[in-house]
């Protein structure tokens, strides 16, 4: 049975970030000239610091100098969280982002704006914000219903458990 080369590094690095208690999201391999990017993406229910990603990376790095995974072409090694605009693709990527706005794709067509109040294995319970100064209201969403979503970047969020309207 073959694997990928992406599918070895996950069975290398996988172990590695849940020693630290992370969740390894990404392992993506990218060219750059005569040199590839191996880009690691870790996450956690209390997100992930710098100094996180660096002890991981000096890790990461040590285990993947002493295997062949890696090949002898040059690499550059890149060890982040990810994104504000990653896409959410999974629970825990949802329940992380309780409280936020976002922009979902809904399979049956359409598109959803709201803000993640509550999540459970099945989906997400939603706060769709009112419009032209109706109130707020609630709606389920089952995430067999969501074909894509990702976290709206907001540059003027309202603080949780802020329940005030302006008015």
Known sequence: MSTTQIDRLRELLEPLAAERGLDLEEVKITPAGRRRVLRVAVDSDGGVGLET???????????????DVMG?????????SPGAERPLTEPRHYRRSRGRLVRAQLSEGGELVARIVGVDEAGLDLEVPGEKGRKATSRRVEFAEIARARVEVEFSRRPAGDESTEG
Do not use: K
């Open 72 to 80: 002898a072409a040059p690499y550059v090694l890149e060890v982040t």
């Open 53 to 67: 990603c660096a002890e991981l990376s000096r890790e990461v790095s040590a285990v993947l100098d002493a295997s």
